[in-house]
């Protein structure tokens, strides 16, 4: 059987702000989106809380009306503010429970060729188990699997599930599994939280998905906090906890008697890494005995071991970490990039990738068969 994960960045719709080119002045909106975010959830407003809510919806491009080129305004009851036509705006709720709203990014829509590359990157790996990052929705999936899969091969994914996590800019984790593999059960880890708070900002959902000659594989899916805005060290501190947590659950369920388990996804961070290194290295106390199939003296990168944008090793931050079990029964794994542009030509690309803006992915999809 095979295994794969593959950051999608979003089937049909993706936040206009992430698509941007200008990515050093978007970084800071998006921080300031984030910052508002957290403001509006304060149970009350302070007037320095107020002042604060002002300046940021203006710079967010909010000062004269909900709507804006990169974020919206949601007011569905009550108000969280009142512009006055001569101009100037001012908070009148008193705190959360004054309105009923929030915060969205505006989308725009990917081009087709696109959405046709990352199917054919899907079609192209078939996959019997695919983890899927940052899909809009369970539906998009869906959508996705009927409307853009099955006109390549007549073949489409048995069962298709997502589980809405975290993240406000609605980029989660999923998976599709073909129709002899089907999802037993599923167990989400959305409300896991430790003292600095919620730990991980979209899922790590577990799915148990039952094998067509019997027993099960367990696939943890994931998809780290980016490197991309916020503070260096307090996304560091973010993607540690992670870490962590995700590396609890793998021991809890190894100790249940989970044999054959995979932890994958986008994990935002390089092997050698202190984030990553209770997932990859452990504790001393506790060392981890998950293998990265880069590992594997079967695995084939093609000369260029990084899995994001130029496939520098600087930029290997995807993974598939396998179980004792499931390492030992590695017969091929490597890396495809039919999807992801390459201006210098240093892999082969979809003859009909011809621009940037038509790749299926920034992020390489990551592949390992298995004799289970």
């Known amino acids: 059987m095979r295994i794969a994960s593959f950051n999608v960045e ?4 993706r936040a206009t702000l ?6 050093a002045t978007h970084r800071v909106l998006l921080e300031k989106y ?17 002042t604060l809510i002002v300046l940021l919806l203006a710079d967010l491009g909010l000062a004269a009306s909900d709507s804006g080129t990169w974020v919206r305004l949601r007011q569905n009851r009550g108000r969280l503010v009142t512009r006055r036509r001569a101009g100037g705006m001012s908070v009148v709720a008193d705190g959360r429970s004054d309105w009923v709203g929030w915060l969205e990014l505006t989308t725009q829509a990917v081009s087709e060729l696109t959405a046709r590359h990352t199917a054919q990157v899907v079609h192209d790996l078939g996959a019997d188990v695919l983890g899927v990052v940052e899909a809009e929705s369970r539906i998009a999936l869906q ?11 007549n073949r489409i994914y048995g069962h298709v599930m997502l589980i809405d996590g975290n993240d406000d800019r609605g980029i989660d984790v999923g998976i599709m ?7 037993e059960r599923i167990v989400s880890h959305v409300d896991d939280a430790d003292l600095a708070g919620l730990v991980f900002g979209r899922d790590c959902p577990e799915y148990t998905v039952t094998l067509p000659g019997g027993g099960t594989l367990l696939v943890l899916v994931n998809h780290f906090k980016s490197k991309g805005y916020g503070q260096a060290a307090d996304s560091n501190r973010r993607r540690r906890r992670q870490a962590e947590r995700v590396a609890e659950i793998y ?10 388990v ?15 290194a209770p997932l990859l290295v452990g504790s001393a106390g506790e060392p981890s005995d998950l293998r990265d199939i880069s590992a594997h003296p079967g695995f084939d990168d093609g000369g260029y071991p990084g899995t994001y944008t130029t496939g520098r090793a600087g930029n290997k931050i995807d993974y598939i970490l396998c179980s004792p079990a499931v390492f030992a029964a590695i017969t091929a ?5 039919k999807g992801v542009w390459t201006a210098s030509n240093r892999w082969e690309m979809y003859p009909t990738l011809t621009r940037e803006q038509d790749a299926a992915s920034d992020h390489a999809a990551l592949w390992v068969d298995v004799d289970l």
């Open 34 to 50: 984030a910052r508002l975010t957290r403001i509006l959830q304060r149970p009350t407003y302070t007037a320095e809380d107020k």
């Open 251 to 260: 021991r809890r369920r190894r100790a249940e008697g989970h044999e054959h």
């Open 333 to 337: 794994a490597g890396i495809f990039r």
């Open 143 to 153: 959508r996705f699997n009927v409307d853009l899969l099955r006109p390549l091969g």
């Open 10 to 13: 979003n089937l049909f719709d």
């Open 18 to 23: 992430l698509a941007a080119d200008d990515w």
């Open 262 to 276: 995979v932890v994958l996804g986008d994990l935002n961070d390089t092997p050698d890494s202190a984030p990553l």
């Open 177 to 183: 599994t073909r129709g002899d593999h089907p999802i």
